[in-house]
């Protein structure tokens, strides 16, 4: 009686972590994709495989400041999108058949006297006992209709100044070309947009961990040269 | 010769060019700045009645008083640390609004009612008065908590319940309470070390609930019960202040010098919950 008992026991125990795991999986697995890259610099390869600027460059749509105002309980219990606040259209059509290219994000927050990982504080509406918010606090996804991103579709951060995190790869062997993850050959959002043009979200869920005040950072978008 | 020399500076002017673009590689960016405006953000929602009445018309009811459970609900939401109290208040501040009697008025009657007759209970405690100091008497919690004490011991723990007023040292109603006052959340000063002397910020619609098996309690939900004891005759015999220190207009006391009981009629005042920020 006391086996069977213990048998059963044993098999809810099984079917609780199977549900609780079921449950648990979507939001506990980390955002990346990929390994940061610390620090990130913005600096071709060496190779000339590709015309140099401004014949190859990359293009900013939308606005180069994006704020996320909180200014009611509600927004600060379910954080705040901004869907398609950044476009990045990539012109590489002139260069030779060995001609590739990587497209990196990295964040900024100004350096000292700023914590390594918080953002810039430019005002502090009050004095709060609480840290100041935390970079990996912003999230991005970057996306486009062919799903080239190295890490499609998904909200990622980045957590140090100065980090870096590929939104096209760097990677070895010839340039991959059409609609498939990574594409780094010759091409043009002007001859190929689905492959060509990255959007880009902003999510901050601020929750009541973060004292209120204004901050900053600056996401530095990386159009290089590759091997 | 000088046509040589010519050409041969424009080769080498065009060797130099063209090697600097072979040279040259792709490379350009794109910056996007972002600013996090995080205002504060301090919201008290209360649900209750616009006036909560109390009427006695028996002998009973002056003798055991009357209790309004659940009258007034409080919900905080706040991205600030904060602190929320009560305070009585009336036209003139010290004395409930005397809006009319009945019968003549007595040659020892008094319609000078002080503010701090009205009791509160707050549920749940306020666990985050790390501040507060007992001015003595009953008062040994910094808040609204304890029962109301029974009407055969309502005098012996006269303040215990009793609400903070301006009746004393007239101040303004957006005075907080001192160190030896109540509050029903947090406390005096904006010490961050514990136990504390405020809450952090967060909401009822988030908060975990802090007593076991009563969902929706937690420190930024509060359920207020009002009571008021005239007594008879009527003296109230629970007036004190919130310190549970003696009221100096007290019936015969002070404004109400000379006076045995306050006279029949409609009285009122307001109580206003204020949400403050506290850091």
Not at chain 2, 243 to 249: G, M
Request: charged share 10%.
């Amino acid at each position: 009686m006391l086996r069977v008992y213990l048998i059963k026991k044993f098999k809810a125990s099984i079917l609780t972590v199977l549900v609780f795991v079921f449950y648990i999986t979507p939001f506990s697995l980390r955002a990346q994709c990929d390994s940061y890259v610390t620090p990130y610099i913005c600096t071709g390869s060496g190779s000339t495989n590709c015309a140099a600027y401004p014949t190859n460059a990359l293009l900013l749509e939308g606005a180069s400041n994006q704020t996320l105002t909180f200014d009611n309980i509600t927004s600060y219990n379910s954080g705040m999108t901004l869907t398609g606040a950044t476009v990045l259209h990539v012109k590489v059509n002139t260069g030779t058949a060995a001609c590739k290219w990587s497209l990196a994000v990295m964040v900024s927050n100004g350096g000292a006297p700023t914590n390594p990982a918080t953002w810039q504080q430019l005002t502090a509406y009050g004095a709060s006992p609480l840290p100041l918010p935390q970079i990996s606090s912003l999230k991005f996804r970057v996306y486009n209709s062919c799903n080239t991103p190295n890490c499609p579709d998904t909200w990622q951060d980045l957590t140090i100044n100065g980090q870096g995190l590929y939104i096209i790869k760097d990677i070895a062997g010839l340039p991959i070309s059409g609609c498939q993850s990574n594409v780094d050959a010759l091409g043009s959002y002007l001859t190929d947009y689905n492959a060509y043009t990255f959007t880009i979200d902003y999510m901050i869920t601020p929750g009541f961990s973060m004292p209120p005040g204004s901050y900053q950072l600056s996401l530095q978008f990386c159009l290089v040269e590759d091997d | 010769m000088k046509t040589k020399i010519y050409a041969a500076a424009a080769l080498g002017l065009g060797l130099l060019m063209f090697g600097n673009t072979a040279k040259a590689q792709i490379q350009d960016e794109q910056n996007v700045t972002v600013t996090l405006d995080m205002q504060p953000v301090l919201q008290l929602f209360m649900t209750t009645s616009n006036q909560v009445n109390f009427t006695f018309n028996t002998i009973e009811s002056y003798m055991g008083g009357e209790i309004q459970y659940g009258a007034t609900i409080l919900k905080v939401s706040s991205s600030v640390n904060w602190d929320l109290y009560a305070v009585g208040t009336s036209t003139g501040g010290i004395y409930w609004d005397n809006q009319i009697i009945y019968g003549a008025l007595g040659a020892n009657a008094s319609t000078n009612i002080p503010l701090d007759v009205l009791e509160l209970h707050q549920y749940p405690n306020n666990n985050t008065n790390g501040s507060f100091v007992t001015a003595g008497g009953s008062c040994t919690t910094g808040d609204y908590s304890l029962p109301f004490a029974p009407v055969a011991t309502a005098a012996a723990n006269a303040g215990q319940n009793n609400i903070f007023a301006t009746s004393f040292g007239s101040l303004s109603p957006y005075t907080s309470p001192g160190i030896n006052d109540k509050y029903i959340a947090g406390g005096f000063g904006t010490s961050t070390g514990a136990p504390g002397t405020q809450n952090i910020g967060g909401s009822y619609l988030t908060a975990s609930s802090i007593v076991a098996n009563s969902p929706g309690t937690s420190n930024y939900y509060y359920v207020i019960d009002y009571r008021i004891l005239p007594g008879l005759p009527v003296v109230f015999p629970t007036d004190a202040t919130d310190q549970c220190t003696a009221d100096i207009n007290a019936i015969g006391l002070g404004g109400n010098a000379g006076k045995t009981y306050y006279q029949p009629g409609v009285y009122t005042m307001d109580v206003k919950y204020v949400l403050l920020q506290d850091q």
